[in-house]
């Protein structure tokens, strides 16, 4: 069945400071929205892309899609987002095609995930998954806390999750596509990611492994990141 992707990018990018909507920023000298395009189309799985654009971005996007080079075997949609994550995949899976079974949702803002962790997403969701997280083991120990008594003061620490049974999940997320349109149906509270959308309908989310190239560009010093790993493959 056909695999198509849905790419919000449709954020600020506040934590990365001021500038342009976070997606159309320049990772040595290309869109970080054009790299995680090509890393999604670099899979001969995937046969569609639908960018979700910054709401009243939609026509820079396409342009941008136009004056980059990108593989003619795939298709590619433009449609703007919305207010939150959630509702701007939301809005790109309303553009979905009927012939589409299978379906990836991959940030813009993890521009540099090789084309081996999507084709090992694609492969687990072809497998019979309904829905399939690529994840890597923590380096930091994990604590929960509990609101400070007053805002500024330390926080009580109130639990320490055994590390080696977490994980930090990336994306892109696989889904059988039934299973996606009915979580995004019926989960009506925030969430972070589409998977734990699929969690609460009470079904199984399987973890692949991730890759350390798929990190999520957030913060300034993942620019920097970025651009070394770059540099580092133009060798
Ligand atoms: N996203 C989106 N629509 C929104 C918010 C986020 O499509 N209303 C997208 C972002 O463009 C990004 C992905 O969701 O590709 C992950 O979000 P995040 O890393 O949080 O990006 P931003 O929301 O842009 O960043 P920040 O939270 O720092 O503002
Ligand atoms: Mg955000």
Known sequence: TAVAAVIPAAGRGVRLGPGAPKALRALNGTPM??????????SRHVSL????????????????LDAHALPERTDFLVVPGGESRQESVRLGLDALPPEYGVVLVHDAARPLVP????????EAVRAGAPAVVPALPLADTVKEVAPAAT???PEPVVATPERARLRAVQT???????????AHE????DVTDDASMVE?????VVAVPGHEEAFKVTR???LVLAEAVLARRRL
């Open 151 to 153: 805002a500024g003061d």
């Open 172 to 182: 892109p997320q696989g889904f059988d596509r039934a299973t996606l349109l009915r």
């Open 115 to 122: 084309v081996d962790t999507v084709d090992a997403v694609v």
């Open 33 to 42: 929205l054009i790299h995680a395009v090509r890393a999604l189309a670099a």
């Open 220 to 222: 300034p010093l993942d």
């Open 200 to 204: 609460q309908l009470g079904l199984t």
């Open 186 to 189: 019926t989960v009506t509270e």
């Open 49 to 64: 892309v639908i960018v979700v654009a910054p709401p009243d971005g939609a026509a820079e996007v396409k342009s941008l």
